[in-house]
């Protein structure tokens, strides 16, 4: 029996909440929880037998809130979760703190103890899911590839508040915390679809990585980051700089042997130094050819519904039980007004099958060109099947 | 956004799409190849030491082995690259089945977490890191199939999905070639039975066919006696008509003298005296209207036999029960006359079924010549009825004989079982009769009472709806 509910609420006290999601999931017990809501709702979760409901959880803080299929819950004051009850299948989660800013250490950590208690130490598992804090994305994919290879697809993303300003928070079923990478391994016994892409299209505007450092671009084409990216957008910069670039990001060009066509691995830029030097929220490397991106309100609102058509698409028979949408937090500010044709898009897509849509600073995928990788701006969706990809 | 953006965009999805189909395209190559290689292979050994070729233009590895479990070991039926691993190992499914947890298909990311397994196979495979293990089950064998890569985590979710779709298509073609074989030789095995049975049920009827000799014998001497008799009685009235018909020519002849016919009027006048002409002339009549009978009678015991007698053929036909009662009466109508009174109570209407004429018979002349025998007092009746019941026609022959032990009810069909004295009974007529209803989809009802009665009733489904049901 493979079976996935989600539930909801805007309750502020600990005791409301665990009644409006005892209400909504009947009482019912399940393998796995995803749990996501705004970073003032989900620390209330440690106060709640939520162990009771299912045996291992992954969550933490979305911007603003959520979107399930039964509204859309961005007043800075929700919390969702969508329950699968597998019987034949295997799930499991485990965090470690992030200690002396080793995150390999607390990803390999996480992932280890996960393995164990999913009782399968030594099997790639189908899907592995992460959240951790900004900042730490690259380093925790780097790490879960070097312990169960490249071809295991590896979904997430960072834990987000509402506005860049630290207030993000982790879940892993027994404790809130604030520099943790939680790590869930999932070997469902339905077949699961997942697409990794985003809603930007590439402009003429195109530069090397002459210098940069990490998170750092520091030159493009021999030149400060600050000019060129000023000049590819014909205007000076000024405050409030993620508003003003979410829908001009910068694409790091991925080509791919198997088609014509690169791919594109945004990252926004957060902050602008007098040195020339941009703060991205992704890394980037030196020799990269780069290229400025651009989008439109309706492409960013309508691509999530044509990303989970063709994620749905490659299901047995192309029926899904549900499924979970990670959604770039950045994206959200730009059009948080009109989110409810996002939630009405998926749900055409996914048949009202349930869904959690959760926002995230950073997301993780497995990308067209079959890489785990971590861009910003970017959506991920993973659907779960009816049946094994078998029967 | 641009048109040429949003053709890019749909490229892209529909290179995510392709990577799907891709994923399928390898796999029906995979499952082309695989079945190539059971067609050409005579051993399941040897399909399986082709799969290494196979399925490396699927899966990428470095090593091979096949196993084929027991409970608790190994034996190694094909390696590639596996010249450590021993011809037996002391692990077998028990053990496997606790290490995958109950999976049939699992990529294994470092050899040395895996459970019970895990340490021997790195140890006959040093220098193997990560490995895909795929269970193959077939109807009663249980095989593993270890591929191994000298690369940390080689194998993925993909690698699994290939394997054991391929292996599952494997498994049931293997199955279905087994199958395919074991229903040959049922096949081959069923047409011996039929040769057997078909050559028994011919003995069995010569067998009977010898025990009614005398009974029939005595059935043609009769219409025979008398229809010799007849014809000596006809000839002795004929030479009579003879001379009255020679004289009355004579008298009637005015060419010839009248002394000529004198002496033929005078003969006339001797003839009427001696003879009883007019009774000739009746009784004639009564002759030949007798030696029809009989030589009816004769015809139908004669015919009765041949159809008997005839061998089986697989002619399927529409039989009337009754007729065919009927006929088997005629064949044994003699060893019944003097021995016990024989009581028809059949079905008004035909009782139609479909089967093989000769066959039906035979089980009537089986069950009546044992009814016959089971006779041994003065006052024997054998009492036959027929009848509907439901979608069924049936026969019963019931006999106040000497009765069946209820011991022995269970065990009347089985092949060679007889209570009569060696040489009286081969012990094969009733097998061959319950035989010949499981042909004709029917089956038989025994009721018996020791020292009282025996009635076996036979049941075939009817040919089609009777207008008339008792």
Same mark, same amino acid.
């Given at each position: 029996?493979?079976?996935?509910?989600?539930?909801?609420? &805007?309750?502020?006290? %600990?005791? @409301?909440?665990? /009644?409006? =999601?005892?209400?909504? *999931?009947?009482?019912?017990?399940?393998?796995?929880?995803?749990?996501?809501?705004?970073?003032?709702?989900?620390?209330?979760?440690?106060?709640?037998?939520?162990?009771?409901?299912?045996?291992?959880?992954?969550?933490?803080?979305?911007?603003?809130?959520?979107?399930?299929?039964?509204?859309?819950?961005?007043?800075?004051?929700?919390?969702?979760?969508?329950?699968?009850?597998?019987?034949?299948?295997?799930?499991?989660?485990?965090?470690?703190?992030?200690? &002396?800013?080793?995150? %390999?250490? @607390?990803?390999? /950590?996480? =992932?280890?103890?996960? *393995?164990?208690?999913?009782?399968?130490?030594?099997?790639?598992?189908?899907l592995?899911w992460c959240?951790?804090?900004?900042?730490?994305?690259?380093?925790?994919?780097?790490?879960?590839?070097?312990?169960?290879?490249?071809?295991?697809p590896v979904y997430g993303g960072?834990?987000?508040?509402?506005?860049?300003?630290?207030?993000?928070?982790?879940?892993?079923?027994?404790?809130?915390?604030?520099?943790?990478?939680?790590?869930?391994?999932?070997?469902?016994?339905?077949?699961?679809?997942h697409f990794f892409h985003s809603?930007?299209?590439?402009?003429?505007?195109?530069?090397?990585?002459?210098?940069?450092?990490?998170?750092?671009?520091?030159?493009?084409?021999?030149?400060?980051?600050?000019?060129?990216?000023?000049?590819?957008?014909?205007?000076?910069?000024?405050?409030?700089?993620?508003?003003?670039?979410?829908?001009?990001?910068?694409?790091?060009?991925?080509?791919?042997?198997?088609?014509?066509?690169?791919?594109?691995?945004?990252?926004?830029?957060?902050?602008?130094?007098?040195?020339?030097?941009?703060?991205?929220?992704?890394?980037?490397?030196?020799?990269?050819?780069?290229?400025?991106?651009?989008?439109?309100?309706?492409?960013?609102?309508?691509r999530t519904?044509?990303m989970c058509?063709?994620t749905?698409?490659?299901?047995?028979?192309?029926?899904?039980?549900?499924g979970i949408i990670i959604f770039c937090?950045?994206?959200?500010?730009?059009?948080?007004?009109?989110?409810?044709?996002?939630?009405?898009?998926?749900?055409?897509?996914?048949?009202?099958?349930?869904?959690?849509i959760a926002f995230t600073?950073g997301e993780q995928g497995y990308a067209?060109?079959?890489?785990n990788r971590h861009g910003?701006l970017m959506y991920a969706t993973v659907l779960?099947?009816?049946?094994?990809?078998?029967? | 956004?641009?048109?040429?953006?949003?053709?890019?965009?749909?490229?892209?999805?529909?290179?995510?799409?392709?990577?799907?189909?891709?994923?399928?395209?390898?796999?029906?190559?995979?499952?082309?190849?695989?079945?190539?290689?059971?067609?050409?292979?005579?051993?399941?050994?040897?399909?399986?030491?082709?799969?290494?070729?196979?399925?490396?233009?699927?899966?990428?590895?470095?090593?091979?082995?096949?196993?084929?479990?027991?409970?608790?070991?190994?034996?190694?039926?094909?390696?590639?690259?596996?010249?450590?691993?021993?011809?037996?190992?002391?692990?077998?499914?028990?053990?496997?089945?606790?290490?995958?947890?109950?999976?049939?298909?699992?990529?294994?990311?470092?050899?040395?977490?895996?459970?019970?397994?895990?340490?021997?196979?790195?140890?006959?495979?040093?220098?193997?890191?990560?490995?895909?293990?795929?269970?193959?089950?077939?109807?009663?064998?249980?095989?593993?199939?270890?591929?191994?890569?000298?690369?940390?985590?080689?194998?993925?979710?993909?690698?699994?999905?290939?394997?054991?779709?391929?292996?599952?298509?494997?498994?049931?073609?293997?199955?279905?070639?087994?199958?395919?074989?074991?229903?040959?030789?049922?096949?081959?095995?069923?047409?011996?039975?039929?040769?057997?049975?078909?050559?028994?049920?011919?003995?069995?009827?010569?067998?009977?066919?010898?025990?009614?000799?005398?009974?029939?014998?005595?059935?043609?001497?009769?219409?025979?006696?008398?229809?010799?008799?007849?014809?000596?009685?006809?000839?002795?009235?004929?030479?009579?008509?003879?001379?009255?018909?020679?004289?009355?020519?004579?008298?009637?002849?005015?060419?010839?003298?009248?002394?000529?016919?004198?002496?033929?009027?005078?003969?006339?006048?001797?003839?009427?005296?001696?003879?009883?002409?007019?009774?000739?002339?009746?009784?004639?009549?009564?002759?030949?209207?007798?030696?029809?009978?009989?030589?009816?009678?004769?015809?139908?015991?004669?015919?009765?036999?041949?159809?008997?007698?005839?061998?089986?053929?697989?002619?399927?036909?529409?039989?009337?029960?009754?007729?065919?009662?009927?006929?088997?009466?005629?064949?044994?109508?003699?060893?019944?006359?003097?021995?016990?009174?024989?009581?028809?109570?059949?079905?008004?209407?035909?009782?139609?079924?479909?089967?093989?004429?000769?066959?039906?018979?035979?089980?009537?002349?089986?069950?009546?010549?044992?009814?016959?025998?089971?006779?041994?007092?003065?006052?024997?009746?054998?009492?036959?009825?027929?009848?509907?019941?439901?979608?069924?026609?049936?026969?019963?022959?019931?006999?106040?004989?000497?009765?069946?032990?209820?011991?022995?009810?269970?065990?009347?069909?089985?092949?060679?079982?007889?209570?009569?004295?060696?040489?009286?009974?081969?012990?094969?007529?009733?097998?061959?009769?319950?035989?010949?209803?499981?042909?004709?989809?029917?089956?038989?009802?025994?009721?018996?009472?020791?020292?009282?009665?025996?009635?076996?009733?036979?049941?075939?489904?009817?040919?089609?709806?009777?207008?008339?049901?008792?």
């Amino acid at each position: 029996m493979f079976e996935i509910k989600t539930a909801q609420s &805007n309750a502020c006290t %600990a005791e @409301a909440i665990w /009644q409006d =999601l005892q209400q909504q *999931l009947a009482g019912q017990q399940f393998q796995f929880g995803f749990v996501m809501g705004h970073h003032s709702r989900v620390p209330l979760l440690r106060e709640l037998p939520m162990l009771s409901c299912a045996a291992h959880w992954i969550g933490g803080s979305s911007c603003l809130g959520v979107i399930t299929e039964q509204g859309v819950f961005l007043q800075q004051d929700s919390l969702a979760v969508m329950m699968i009850r597998d019987d034949e299948g295997h799930y499991a989660s485990a965090s470690a703190v992030i200690e &002396n800013q080793d995150i %390999a250490k @607390a990803t390999q /950590q996480a =992932l280890t103890l996960a *393995l164990q208690k999913a009782g399968r130490p030594y099997q790639v598992p189908e899907l592995v899911w992460c959240m951790q804090p900004p900042g730490t994305e690259e380093a925790v994919l780097r790490q879960i590839e070097k312990v169960l290879g490249k071809k295991v697809p590896v979904y997430g993303g960072s834990s987000a508040d509402d506005d860049v300003s630290g207030l993000w928070v982790q879940y892993d079923g027994y404790a809130i915390h604030q520099q943790a990478v939680v790590i869930a391994v999932l070997y469902p016994s339905v077949a699961i679809s997942h697409f990794f892409h985003s809603g930007y299209v590439p402009t003429q505007h195109k530069g090397i990585v002459t210098k940069a450092k990490g998170r750092l671009l520091q030159e493009i084409d021999d030149q400060p980051a600050v000019d060129v990216y000023s000049r590819w957008l014909n205007k000076k910069i000024s405050d409030n700089y993620m508003q003003e670039t979410t829908l001009t990001p910068l694409g790091s060009i991925i080509e791919q042997d198997q088609l014509d066509l690169p791919l594109y691995m945004l990252s926004l830029p957060v902050d602008f130094h007098d040195d020339g030097t941009i703060e991205l929220f992704a890394e980037v490397e030196q020799g990269t050819q780069l290229c400025l991106m651009t989008s439109e309100t309706p492409r960013l609102l309508s691509r999530t519904g044509t990303m989970c058509d063709c994620t749905r698409s490659i299901l047995p028979q192309q029926r899904v039980s549900g499924g979970i949408i990670i959604f770039c937090g950045a994206c959200l500010l730009s059009i948080k007004e009109q989110m409810g044709l996002v939630r009405d898009n998926v749900c055409t897509s996914l048949d009202g099958a349930p869904f959690l849509i959760a926002f995230t600073f950073g997301e993780q995928g497995y990308a067209v060109d079959h890489t785990n990788r971590h861009g910003n701006l970017m959506y991920a969706t993973v659907l779960f099947g009816e049946t094994d990809a078998d029967s | 956004m641009p048109t040429v953006e949003k053709l890019r965009e749909k490229v892209l999805e529909l290179t995510f799409e392709r990577d799907n189909a891709l994923l399928h395209v390898r796999l029906n190559q995979l499952l082309q190849k695989g079945l190539d290689a059971i067609l050409s292979s005579d051993t399941l050994e040897d399909t399986f030491s082709k799969f290494f070729g196979v399925m490396a233009e699927g899966i990428q590895f470095d090593c091979a082995v096949l196993l084929r479990l027991e409970a608790e070991h190994f034996t190694v039926l094909a390696r590639q690259k596996a010249p450590d691993w021993p011809e037996q190992g002391e692990l077998g499914s028990d053990a496997l089945q606790t290490a995958l947890s109950g999976r049939h298909s699992v990529a294994v990311f470092n050899l040395l977490l895996l459970p019970i397994w895990g340490e021997p196979i790195s140890s006959w495979w040093p220098a193997i890191h990560s490995a895909l293990l795929q269970r193959i089950q077939t109807r009663d064998q249980q095989f593993l199939l270890i591929l191994g890569s000298g690369s940390v985590a080689a194998f993925g979710p993909s690698e699994e999905k290939i394997a054991s779709q391929f292996i599952s298509f494997v498994a049931s073609t293997i199955a279905s070639v087994e199958n395919r074989k074991l229903y040959m030789a049922s096949q081959s095995l069923k047409e011996r039975q039929q040769r057997i049975e078909q050559s028994l049920l011919q003995s069995e009827k010569m067998a009977s066919l010898g025990q009614l000799a005398a009974g029939v014998a005595h059935e043609l001497n009769n219409p025979i006696g008398f229809l010799l008799s007849n014809i000596h009685m006809f000839q002795t009235y004929l030479s009579i008509f003879k001379s009255l018909l020679t004289n009355y020519q004579l008298v009637a002849d005015s060419g010839q003298s009248d002394e000529v016919r004198l002496r033929a009027q005078k003969e006339l006048d001797e003839l009427y005296q001696k003879e009883d002409v007019a009774f000739l002339l009746e009784d004639s009549d009564m002759l030949i209207a007798d030696s029809l009978e009989g030589a009816i009678r004769v015809r139908d015991i004669v015919q009765s036999l041949r159809r008997f007698s005839h061998p089986d053929t697989d002619k399927i036909e529409l039989v009337d029960l009754n007729e065919s009662v009927e006929s088997t009466i005629k064949i044994i109508g003699g060893e019944f006359k003097h021995a016990l009174y024989l009581k028809k109570y059949l079905h008004p209407s035909p009782l139609f079924v479909m089967g093989k004429s000769n066959q039906i018979g035979q089980v009537f002349l089986n069950i009546m010549m044992n009814a016959r025998q089971a006779i041994q007092h003065d006052h024997g009746e054998l009492q036959i009825s027929s009848g509907v019941r439901d979608s069924e026609a049936w026969v019963a022959i019931e006999d106040n004989g000497c009765g069946i032990e209820p011991a022995h009810i269970n065990r009347l069909f089985e092949p060679f079982f007889t209570t009569k004295d060696v040489g009286q009974g081969t012990g094969l007529g009733l097998s061959l009769c319950h035989s010949i209803m499981l042909q004709h989809s029917g089956h038989i009802e025994v009721q018996s009472s020791l020292g009282s009665f025996s009635r076996f009733t036979l049941y075939f489904p009817l040919a089609g709806p009777m207008e008339h049901q008792d």
